[in-house]
């Protein structure tokens, strides 16, 4: 296992240098993705997605692989339950639902918002104490509705909410200062990049801010697989395990009804899952093995086809019937079937 990272924290260190151009990041060289899933429409291959995806076995070593599994990416919201565990281990109460909302890309709905609220409340704060961008509802159907009812782009509905909610809890818990809970140096960072540092045996060096504000850190596809094997096979009463089952309970609220990582986590027993943005798919079967998924164009639609399709070649006769649906989905032309989207 590697150190802790040094008392200067990874947001700290990304804070003090400057960002290179992408002329100077592409000269040190691009990943080697290779193509992983394409449109067809018709007779012709209409679209083709390239990326990089791992399979480990319980022990962590690679069962299968595609492109490059040793370039760093960032994993994005992929790290929001291992961010749970360290929020566990320091000490947060949360009960299962909010617990899973803290480790969620949620999709906005009402419940989802009161859960978020709810874990605020309980620590004797409120929303307005949020520090994530606002957002409209993530979940189309939500989003539709909160328009129709004139909503507005609020942090609370932001998918992000329950992540944050947690965060500030655990500032009013610990006595640190919940105004500047996303500035570099503060407590939060040192301990998210020393959790995600220890549950994936990867050294954190550098790191950036994601969407929302949070701290984000560059991972390789095996760390990342690593990190949620850690999450679904560990000792009872641990804070891994918590956050798994949590996962495993209420998938509906770790992303939102009518979304692909909902449908997977029903589907697969045992299965945790959780996605990122910018193409990312991160996985842990019940007995350890994981997978971790990254597209490389950023698109959100080759993500669950290639992760669907891993899972069922190495589940074979044992995979559900309904992880297939996962694998592809279909193109239209007039309203027609006329091709599909699937992994090669």
């Known amino acids: 296992m590697t150190p802790p990272p040094s008392s200067q924290s990874a947001t700290e260190q990304a804070a003090a240098t ?35 995806a791992v399979l480990l076995d319980p022990q962590g070593r690679i069962l299968a692989s595609l ?14 339950p291992l961010f749970a565990v360290g929020m566990l281990r320091a000490g947060l109460e949360l009960d299962d639902e909010q617990l899973a909302l803290a480790a969620a890309s949620h999709s906005g709905s009402q419940r989802h918002q009161d859960v978020a609220l709810g874990t605020l409340h309980a620590a004797g704060l409120q929303a307005a104490d949020l520090g994530n961008s606002t957002d409209l509802p993530y979940g189309p159907a939500e989003r539709t509705a909160w328009l129709a009812a004139g909503g507005a782009a609020t942090q609370l509905a932001q998918n992000c909410s329950g992540k944050h909610a947690a965060l500030l809890a655990l500032c009013r818990l610990k006595g640190w200062d919940t105004a500047t809970y996303l500035a570099p140096g503060h407590p939060i960072s040192k301990l998210l990049a020393e959790t995600v540092q220890e549950l994936t045996g990867e050294q954190i060096t550098s790191a950036s801010a994601d969407g929302c504000g949070t701290p984000v850190y560059p991972l390789s596809l095996p760390a990342l697989a690593r990190g949620f094997a850690r999450l679904a096979n560990a000792p009872q009463g641990s804070a891994e395990a918590r956050v798994g089952a949590a996962m495993r309970r209420h998938p509906e609220l770790l992303a939102g009804e009518g979304r692909d990582v909902t449908a997977l986590i029903r589907t697969v027993p045992g299965l945790i899952a959780k996605d990122g943005f910018e193409g990312v798919q991160a996985v842990a079967l019940a007995d350890g093995t994981s997978l971790a998924v990254k597209i490389a164009d950023g698109s959100d639609r080759a993500r669950m086809p290639v992760t669907a399709k891993l899972l069922l070649e190495h589940l074979g006769d044992a995979a559900p019937a309904g992880l297939r649906q996962l694998a592809s989905s279909p193109a239209y032309g007039g309203g027609e079937v006329v091709g599909e989207l699937a992994a090669l």
């Open 18 to 52: 400057s960002h290179p151009s992408l002329q100077e990041l592409a000269a040190s060289g691009l990943p080697g993705h290779v193509p992983v899933a394409a449109v067809t429409r018709g007779e012709a291959i209409e679209s083709v997605h390239y990326g990089s």
């Open 67 to 80: 492109g490059d599994t040793s370039s760093r990416f960032y994993p994005r919201s992929a790290l929001k």
